[in-house]
């Protein structure tokens, strides 16, 4: 079993930023790709961002490509989402997503670990 714990979630103004970390625990020997997704209130849960085990190859939703930055430390087991330039839109629940596969899939169904979530807000 895999364990996915999010942190960094917060209250900020529009143009702010703001670094979401989500560390992994468990038997992860087979943990490949990882990602990003969000729920915005009202609205399905989609993906942000994804990363490759290695770290080479990355995933960005349209909505967050140039503003946002998908990094992970195999090391330190942990994967960051750096979100520069909020906006309203950006309000969410974030999770971390974890898949026993090395290829990039966009669907949450694609996805076998889930963390519990944290709640980004972009208010003025």
């Known amino acids: 079993q895999v364990e996915l714990v999010e942190f960094g979630g917060g209250v900020v103004q529009p143009g702010d930023s703001l670094r979401l970390s989500c560390t992994l625990s468990?038997?992860?020997?087979?943990?490949?790709?990882m990602a990003w997704f969000r729920r915005a209130p009202g609205q399905e849960r989609v993906i942000v961002a994804g990363?490759?085990?290695?770290?080479?190859?990355?995933y960005y939703s349209d909505s967050v490509k140039g503003r946002f930055t998908v990094s992970r430390d195999n090391a330190r087991n942990t994967i960051d989402l750096q979100m520069n330039n909020l906006g309203p839109g950006d309000t969410a629940v974030y999770y971390c997503?974890?898949?026993?596969?090395?290829?990039?899939?966009?669907?949450?169904?694609?996805?076998?670990?889930w963390g519990q979530g944290t709640q980004v807000t972009v208010s003025s």
């Open positions: 997503a974890a898949r026993r596969s090395t290829i990039l899939a966009t669907a949450e169904n694609e996805y076998h670990f």
């Open positions: 468990g038997i992860m020997w087979d943990i490949h790709y």
């Open positions: 990363i490759s085990r290695d770290g080479f190859s990355t």
